[in-house]
């Protein structure tokens, strides 16, 4: 008897059907998309951060706030009430002064939140600034207009849960009024903060020439000399952190700008490349800033 080998034939049934390929061809492809869809936008979120450690940097508010205090030394008899009063006036501009940091500040953290696909959670103290934000009269319209925009974005970011799917729509809704309240931290900073301490620097001056000139003490004058040399330095070190800062908050507010511009390829390499690269820079700007003061 001839044994003829024939080649075995699956039967139909553990072949998939067409229908069964259709729905395995459907879902390998929901699972790419899935895996695209959370991108690693590690340096969007680095950005962002640096960014909320830079708004969250308000000693130099202190300090301007503090000025008059530290020019009632300085300033002869008939100053002081002036100066008295320019104390309680800034007490009172210091809410709104350190609301411009805040608002800045609790963005950039919705910001590196979606960035990393991550919703952002309610809490009292958003609450609290969406509402201060609707009621706080800006050094300009535009600025009250986009105080009362960023309190509308960042509670429909938290109401809404946003993720990394919405991170275009958040800068797109952001950028005019983050450019604003950015532009206006900058002239407060470059003209009232800067002008203030050269106020305070004239004052030193004169203060420690009325001193030498009434002295006939050759050690003395040597002495009042040196304070004056550390008291200048000290004026001249909160102005280099001062405009430091200036120029830290037009870098991030050009960041934001380029994110805005490139909203809709926001996974681009050579964009994620180009914010790595800034954000190393902002990083060695803090830190100065941080250190002159």
């Known amino acids: ?5 024939r080649p075995h034939t699956p039967p139909e049934a553990v072949r998939p059907s067409f229908s069964q390929q259709i729905t395995m061809m459907l879902v390998i492809g929901l699972l790419l998309l899935a895996v695209q869809g959370c991108a690693d936008l590690k340096a969007i979120q680095d950005f962002a951060a640096l960014s909320a450690d830079s708004a969250e940097y308000t000693t130099l508010v202190n300090d301007y706030i503090d000025s008059p205090k530290r020019q009632k030394r300085y300033q002869p008899e008939s100053r002081q009430t002036d100066l008295d009063r320019m104390t309680q006036e800034r007490n009172d501009q210091k809410p709104s002064l350190l609301l411009r940091h805040t608002v800045i500040e609790k963005y950039m953290s919705a910001l590196g939140a979606l960035a990393a696909d991550e919703a952002v959670d309610h809490s009292t103290e958003l609450s609290e600034l969406a509402t201060a934000l609707k009621t706080q009269a800006g050094t300009s319209p535009k600025e009250t207009e986009a105080f009362g925009k960023m309190a509308g974005i960042l509670t429909k970011v938290v109401s809404d849960r946003w993720r990394q799917r919405q991170l275009r729509d958040l800068i797109e809704q952001s950028n005019d009024p983050v450019q604003q309240i950015l532009s206006s931290l900058q002239q407060i900073i ?3 903060f800067v002008g203030d301490l050269d106020n305070e620097q004239a004052a030193l001056q004169n203060y420690y020439r009325t001193l030498t000139m009434e002295s006939n003490d050759p050690a003395g004058k040597a002495a009042l000399q040196e304070w004056q040399e550390f008291r200048m330095n000290t004026v001249n070190n909160r102005r280099a952190s001062l405009l430091r800062y200036a120029d830290l908050l037009q870098s991030i507010a050009a960041e934001h700008q380029q994110l805005y511009d490139q909203r809709h ?12 690269k800034q954000v190393k820079d902002l990083r060695k700007l803090l830190s100065i800033v941080q250190h002159a003061s």
């Open 265 to 276: 390829d926001l996974t681009n390499p050579n964009l994620l490349k180009q914010v790595g």
């Open 1 to 5: 008897m001839k044994f003829v080998l």
């Open 190 to 192: 470059g003209g009232g």
